[in-house]
Nanobody, 127 residues
Framework: QAQLVESGGGSVQAGGSLRLSCTVSRYTYNLAYVAWFRQAPGKEREGVAAVYIRDGTPYYHDSVKGRFTISQDNPRNTVYLQMNSLGPEDTAMYYC????????????????????WGHGTQVTVSS
């Protein structure tokens, strides 16, 4: 099972940017999806963005389209989440997760599909 380490969180003012990194201990032969989720206090964890690492296809939650970009650096076993135009509503703990194998595109941002999780990195956006 992959081990994941997130970094890059912090505190920014509204309108600012952050880049999160998720380093996967090893890309197994069947690793297919790496995703970013977030969970704000009192709310359920929600999928933010994901990438199908075999061909780079990205997936985004509607609330972050046009503001967040997911990308991958396969030689470094790292997936990034560039977050621009941040607002207070983006404040949350951000987690990365991985899934090996195939899943329906409609499930790519579903929490229940992912089997390996990092410990999270906090993002706080002040108004």
């Amino acid at each position: 099972q992959a081990q994941l380490v997130e970094s890059g969180g912090g505190s920014v003012q509204a309108g600012g940017s952050l880049r999160l990194s998720c380093t996967v201990s090893r890309y197994t032969y069947n690793l297919a999806y790496v995703a970013w989720f977030r969970q704000a206090p009192g709310k359920e964890r929600e999928g933010v963005a994901a990438v199908y690492i075999r061909d780079g296809t990205p997936y985004y939650h509607d609330s972050v389209k046009g503001r967040f970009t997911i990308s991958q650096d396969n030689p470094r076993n790292t997936v990034y989440l560039q977050m621009n135009s941040l607002g207070p509503e983006d404040t949350a703990m951000y987690y990365c997760a991985t899934f090996a194998g195939w899943m329906s595109p409609s499930r790519v941002l579903s929490t229940n599909e992912y089997t390996s999780w990092g410990h999270g990195t906090q993002v706080t956006v002040s108004s």
